[in-house]
């Protein structure tokens, strides 16, 4: 299985920066794109940012010059700089990686989510 490890959450006030990191680890052959996911209560869950193993990358408006997700393909790992954030950023933080074990099988997995705490 490939399982997904999220650090870098926490509580931090509006305008200031965190950054989460998400290593992915298992019997992984490639990893072709990974991404970060966030769900605030009440809302549904939002694409953030994603980045193919490239470095092409997509952003949500609400985040873009705001936010930066890079990767480093030998560690299997993708970040997410967050920068200026905003209370509206507050959510539950997720990261996900698609790609194929090294059976050749493909796989999508997902973190098990950080908390991402913006006051005012």
């Known amino acids: 299985q490939v399982q997904l490890a999220e650090s870098g959450g926490g509580l931090v006030q509006a305008g200031g920066s965190l950054r989460l990191s998400c290593a992915a680890s298992g019997s992984i052959l490639i990893i072709n794109s990974m991404g970060w996911y966030r769900q605030a209560p009440g809302k549904q869950r939002e694409l953030v940012a994603v980045i193919g193993r490239g470095g092409s990358t997509n952003y949500a408006d609400s985040v873009k010059g705001r936010f930066t997700i890079s990767r480093d393909n030998a560690k299997n790992t993708a970040y997410l700089q967050m920068n200026s954030l905003k209370p509206e950023d507050t959510a539950v933080y997720y990261c996900?990686?698609?790609?194929?074990?090294?059976?050749?099988?493909?796989?999508?997995?997902w973190g098990q989510g950080t908390q991402v705490t913006v006051s005012s």
């Open positions: 996900n990686a698609d790609g194929r074990k090294a059976s050749l099988a493909p796989f999508t997995s």
